[in-house]
């Protein structure tokens, strides 16, 4: 019985390889098949037919082509994905010059997306002792979304650092490099960080988004930085991002722990970031007062046309300064909950926000809990690994390779600074199917924690208090950290 046990395993094991290569195979030809008919298509229907046409047909044809070439290249599903999601959006006007053939079109560009997410789920490694996402329609979905929105990261937040633009980087980093090693904080990386004071002065204005009244506070950010780095006076020259900003929601009465709730990249409004924290359970259900920052050149503080420009520009200096921004801010706020009487003050972050906490717990000893959510933990890693392939190359013809970046990112790096929190007061919640920030940057952060509490629950990048079941994982959480003990 037992060996017939193990042939029946065996072939199962098979099996499931069998499929998995079958759907590897398929997300490369379908989309070459995919996009070649937008393509035609297009082309018959004139002018009108080409503008609607050709933007899907050729993401797609060009990465289902580059997804034979270098099946290993993950950046090839962000763009498969990508040019499926603008395909179904398209085939609905396209419906006025095609017909028919719309409708066709708008079929097969929704199952090339959902194909797109099972094969990224199939070609996912996972870390020892994470579970296996589930395979299915919906969890294929939200991978493919992920996809989608890494394409969308990479077309705007990296930027072609190319030719002399990227010799100056490099030699900026060359710099930089030099400097903090004469300081010593290449070794000692938290010394690079200075002990703001808290804030003094602050405006404040009555707002209210979607039937949620809140706080908008602003204050001046006072953060420079260190004399003769490279890059600190065009960073100094982003006079809205000189003024800090942050939302909250404050109960009457007396005092209340305080959430700092810190958000991803590209947010920064007061309806992106108050859907994304849910006031609805964190301040009403729960109880809490929330203080949500808005990041170094997000929202009001932006310095370009899209929110987060400059935080992972490829300007590597200005990725630096960004993160030491955030944790002036964000340390000035803390210091002022405490200074009026917070009973508790505890963190919460999710994504780019995730990482900035993650940080914070290697420079404060003050805060009663840190819960961080999809963090990236090696930023040089991510970069390396998303950043357009002309980039990459550029940078490294230019003398900036992977080991100077992480050398230089050392002062930005969750895993390079100590917790001062101990492992009771630290949890990590990740969603196994995340294609934005995979497992192996979570587990690689709970590692260099001492193995704290880690939930990972089946989804994606952007399920975090989505659902039931997460929001009650997380009230056990900061239940048993203490954090909720004065709302008894």
């Known amino acids: 019985?037992?060996?017939?046990?193990?042939?029946?395993?065996?072939?199962?094991?098979?099996?499931?390889?069998?499929?998995?290569?079958?759907?590897?195979?398929?997300?490369?030809?379908?989309?070459?098949?995919?996009?070649?008919?937008?393509?035609?298509?297009?082309?018959?229907?004139?002018?009108?037919?080409?503008?609607?046409?050709?933007?899907?047909?050729?993401?797609?044809?060009?990465?289902?082509?580059?997804?034979?070439?270098?099946?290993?290249?993950?950046?090839?599903?962000?763009?498969?994905?990508?040019?499926?999601?603008?395909?179904?959006?398209?085939?609905?006007?396209?419906?006025?010059?095609?017909?028919?053939?719309?409708?066709?079109?708008?079929?097969?560009?929704?199952?090339?997306?959902?194909?797109?997410?099972?094969?990224?789920?199939?070609?996912?490694?996972?870390?020892?002792?994470?579970?296996?996402?589930?395979?299915?329609?919906?969890?294929?979905?939200?991978?493919?979304?992920?996809?989608?929105?890494?394409?969308?990261?990479?077309?705007?937040?990296?930027?072609?650092?190319?030719?002399?633009?990227?010799?100056?980087?490099?030699?900026?980093?060359?710099?930089?490099?030099?400097?903090?090693?004469?300081?010593?904080?290449?070794?000692?990386?938290?010394?690079?960080?200075?002990?703001?004071?808290?804030?003094?002065?602050?405006?404040?204005?009555?707002?209210?988004?979607?039937?949620?009244?809140?706080?908008?506070?602003?204050?001046?950010?006072?953060?420079?930085?260190?004399?003769?780095?490279?890059?600190?006076?065009?960073?100094?020259?982003?006079?809205?991002?000189?003024?800090?900003?942050?939302?909250?929601?404050?109960?009457?009465?007396g005092p209340r722990p305080w959430l700092v709730c810190i958000p991803g990249i590209r947010m920064g409004s007061p309806r992106l970031d108050l859907s994304l924290f849910r006031p609805g359970y964190l301040h009403r259900e729960l109880g809490l007062n929330l203080l949500i920052p808005v990041l170094p050149t997000h929202g009001p503080r932006r310095v370009g046309p899209v929110s987060g420009d400059l935080v992972l520009s490829g300007e590597m200096m200005d990725t630096l300064h960004a993160a030491s921004q955030a944790l002036w801010d964000i340390r000035r706020m803390t210091s002022r909950l405490r200074l009026e009487g917070a009973p508790a003050v505890g963190v919460l972050g999710h994504s780019l926000g995730g990482y900035v906490a993650a940080l914070l717990c290697g420079l404060e000893r003050d805060l009663d809990c840190v819960v961080v959510c999809n963090p990236p933990s090696d930023y040089p890693t991510m970069f390396w690994n998303n950043a357009p392939g002309s980039v990459v190359s550029c940078l490294k013809s230019s003398g900036l390779d992977e080991r100077k970046l992480a050398l230089l990112s050392r002062v930005i790096s969750p895993l390079a600074l100590e917790p001062r929190l101990p492992p009771e007061r630290l949890a990590i919640f990740a969603g196994n199917a995340d294609r934005v920030v995979p497992p192996s940057q979570p587990e690689s952060l709970w590692r260099h924690w001492g193995r704290p509490e880690i939930t990972w629950y089946e989804g994606g990048h952007q399920a975090f208090l989505n659902h039931q079941e997460i929001r009650d994982r997380l009230h056990a959480t900061l239940s048993a950290m203490g954090f909720l003990e004065s709302l008894s």
């Open 1 to 253: 019985m037992s060996q017939d046990r193990e042939k029946e395993h065996g072939e199962n094991l098979r099996e499931g390889t069998r499929r998995r290569h079958l759907i590897l195979l398929l997300s490369a030809l379908w989309p070459v098949v995919l996009g070649g008919a937008w393509l035609w298509s297009g082309a018959r229907e004139g002018v009108w037919g080409v503008l609607l046409g050709w933007p899907p047909g050729a993401l797609l044809f060009a990465s289902g082509i580059s997804g034979l070439l270098w099946p290993g290249d993950a950046r090839i599903r962000h763009f498969t994905a990508f040019g499926s999601l603008i395909g179904a959006a398209l085939s609905i006007p396209y419906f006025a010059l095609a017909g028919p053939a719309a409708a066709a079109l708008l079929v097969s560009s929704a199952l090339n997306f959902v194909l797109t997410g099972h094969a990224s789920l199939a070609r996912g490694r996972l870390p020892e002792g994470v579970p296996a996402p589930q395979m299915g329609l919906k969890p294929a979905a939200r991978a493919a979304q992920d996809e989608a929105s890494m394409c969308y990261l990479m077309l705007t937040t990296w930027p072609l650092t190319l030719g002399e633009q990227a010799r100056r980087v490099s030699e900026e980093v060359d710099e930089a490099l030099a400097l903090f090693d004469e300081k010593g904080w290449l070794s000692h990386p938290v010394a690079y960080h200075r002990t703001p004071p808290p804030v003094n002065e602050i405006r404040l204005r009555k707002r209210s988004v979607r039937g949620i009244s809140f706080e908008q506070i602003t204050f001046e950010s006072r953060y420079e930085p260190h004399p003769a780095e490279p890059g600190r006076e065009r960073w100094l020259s982003h006079e809205r991002n000189r003024t800090a900003c942050a939302w909250m929601l404050r109960h009457a009465g």
